[in-house]
């Protein structure tokens, strides 16, 4: 059964596959849009899976080094205040910590624990198993979209 979802992506499939066209802004836009959807809710499976909401795994994402929380706000796209929530439940579970930032005591550096680092890395590693949207790719398709998507978001290609 063909969902709404599916049919703009079928009649792109009909017109652009079959006849080597060009595909249109839209399309990209829609395949995009319909990847990074599947992606989000695969993301959001896997963090419930170790009791993390959506919001909470990013969080853990983010923090490869100690991290401002107003930083960490910005990168999730959210209010302060919102983080202060998140960060309160994190570190309830003993995943993260809040440290003085050297230089300014006010301003508070969140941290991994070796608990968080753990989970974080798990949460990882289940995400990339048995990944549908990117398994079938060969490695030098992976070169190729790693390249063309470190493009559009403005890194290097060596930047990792």
């Keep these: 059964m063909v969902t709404s979802k599916d049919s703009w992506v079928l009649r792109a ?6 006849s080597g066209a060009d595909p249109s802004m839209e399309e990209l836009v829609g395949l995009l849009f319909r990847l990074t959807g599947d992606l989000r809710q695969r993301f959001t499976d896997c963090a419930a899976e170790f009791d993390l909401t959506f919001s909470q795994a990013m969080a853990l994402r983010e923090l490869d080094e100690p991290l ?14 919102n983080v202060t929530g998140i ?9 993260v910590e809040r440290r003085g930032a050297p230089g300014d005591r ?7 624990t070796a608990a968080g680092r753990e989970l974080r890395q798990q ?11 990117l398994q079938d790719l060969s490695a030098t398709e992976r070169r190729q979209l ?5 493009r559009s978001v403005g890194m290097s290609s060596t930047t990792v």
């Design 146 to 150: 790693a390249g063309l998507l470190r």
């Design 68 to 81: 401002p929380m107003r930083d960490l706000a910005d990168r999730l796209c959210c209010d302060a205040s």
């Design 123 to 133: 949460h990882r590693d289940n995400l990339t198993v048995d990944l549908p949207l």
């Design 13 to 18: 499939a009909d017109e652009f596959g079959e």
């Design 106 to 112: 006010r301003v508070k550096q969140l941290v991994l």
């Design 87 to 95: 960060v309160d439940r994190l570190e309830s579970r003993g995943l």
